[in-house]
């Protein structure tokens, strides 16, 4: 395969919107308008191939772009749940970079064989209209299940058997039209523009998590872990913020994310550092408990597949140890995660890319007229089970506003 690189010209006025690129049936990854968008496709590969399929492929850059992380050839995807469960990515034929400064690139791929021509102006997707529907939400599996799931979780910590489980439970949401992807990603970047939102094989969402981040030899993650809800009410959200701070529960499930995505990563790292405390991170519907996780690798450097395939999925969604609280969860929980608690991200050819926890996201179904919900939390001794049961309410929040338009 070949690929052609060039600086993207004007489009909109000189505003390049990667949601608009990516559309209703494109690929995407983006934050603060940072990222990238993917339009057909050129190759699908296996996930741990992505980055030798992209370096064996010739590419001309233009105005300086080889080398610039992500500008070029991308393989962008998700990383399922189970830990080092098979996978695709795709390496979408023509791929529009974003980066930090504004300045934006286009990547056309060319199959072998195929002649390399001007693909002319990047198409981009003109506003949605208003939309109007007929909604049924339905528990994929019973609400008293999923209780008795976190008693389970919550006695086998009791027991001193785990330190942590996350129990989640999904609904699906049925629809009488067919869900506009562009018009659901419009309505996340407007609610959720600092999330990592992402489009990718009918899995969109607006992740707060970053599972981590390669950019040359810098690497950095910043997992969350404990939550409170948001009400809009500044004084009450501060306060509730301040609680989350001091609560003994929460801080106990956050100290054991962040010690074990830091001891996963500091054998590749030369220097590796964290903020002393964690910071509450609040989006429109919820808050979290973060620490920024900050370092410089070691040569030879690990891309960044290797670095999410050892880290997902976190403590923050299957559980500690690992290997205990996966298989608590395959006895109790009653289904099948999927993508749901992975990741999903980009690479390029050098190993560099972004990966966030596949969290408050939808998997769409083939006709677009359903989608399967997920939610959960991390499960200590002292959790509370309508507290539980709440946070999942407050989570699907994210994509419920989103979708759903009477």
């Known amino acids: 395969m070949r690929a052609v690189t060039r600086p993207l010209p004007e489009v909109n006025d000189g505003v390049v919107d990667l949601n608009d690129v990516a559309g209703a049936d494109g690929s995407l990854f983006v934050r603060d308008g940072i990222g990238v968008a993917g339009q057909g496709e050129a190759a699908r590969v296996p996930a741990d191939d992505a980055v030798e399929l992209l370096a064996s492929i ?3 850059g233009a105005g300086g772009a080889d080398g610039a992380p992500g500008v070029g050839p991308v393989a962008i995807g998700c990383l399922p749940f189970r830990p080092g469960a098979d996978a695709m990515l795709l390496v979408p034929q023509r791929v529009v970079r974003k980066d930090a400064h504004g300045d934006a690139w286009v990547t056309d791929v060319f199959a072998d064989g195929e002649p390399v021509t001007d693909r002319g102006p990047v198409a981009v997707a003109g506003a949605p209209g208003p939309e109007h529907g007929t909604y049924r939400i339905t528990p994929a599996v019973d609400v008293q299940h999923y209780l008795d799931a976190v008693d389970a979780a919550r006695a086998a910590v009791r027991r001193g058997d785990i330190v942590k489980a996350v ?13 506009d992807v562009h018009a ?3 309505r996340l970047k407007a609610s959720f523009g600092s999330s990592y939102r992402f489009s990718i094989d009918g899995l969109i969402g607006a992740s707060p998590e970053l599972l981590v981040e390669v950019d040359g030899d810098a690497v950095r993650s910043h997992p969350l872990a404990g939550t409170a809800p948001v009400t809009g009410d500044v004084a009450n959200d501060d306060a509730v ?7 003994t529960k929460d801080q106990v499930e956050h100290r054991v994310v ?11 790292c030369s220097y590796l550092d964290w903020e002393p405390e964690p910071s509450v991170i609040r989006v429109a519907n919820v808050q979290h408990l973060g620490t920024l996780i900050e370092g410089m690798l070691s040569r030879p450097r690990p891309t960044v597949i290797e670095l999410a395939r050892a880290l997902s999925p976190t403590p923050a969604l299957g559980g500690h140890p690992r290997r205990e609280a996966l298989a608590l969860i395959d006895a109790v929980e009653g289904f099948d995660r999927e993508r749901y608690g ?12 972004a990966w966030a926890v596949a969290i408050r996201c939808a998997e769409l179904a083939g006709d677009r007229h359903s989608a399967r919900l997920v939610a959960g939390g991390g499960i200590v001794a002292d959790s509370d089970l309508a507290a539980e049961l709440a946070e999942t309410q407050a989570k699907f929040q994210a994509m419920l506003s989103a979708l759903i338009r009477a």
């Open 58 to 60: 010739e590419h001309d």
């Open 167 to 179: 129990i989640a439970r999904p609904i699906v949401v049925d629809v009488d039209t067919e869900i």
């Open 184 to 186: 659901v990603l419009r």
């Open 241 to 247: 913020a301040a609680a989350l701070i001091d609560s």
């Open 258 to 268: 962040i010690d074990v995505v830091h001891d996963t990563l500091l054998p590749w």
């Open 342 to 353: 992975g990741t999903v991200g980009w690479t390029d050819a050098a190993g560099n890319g």
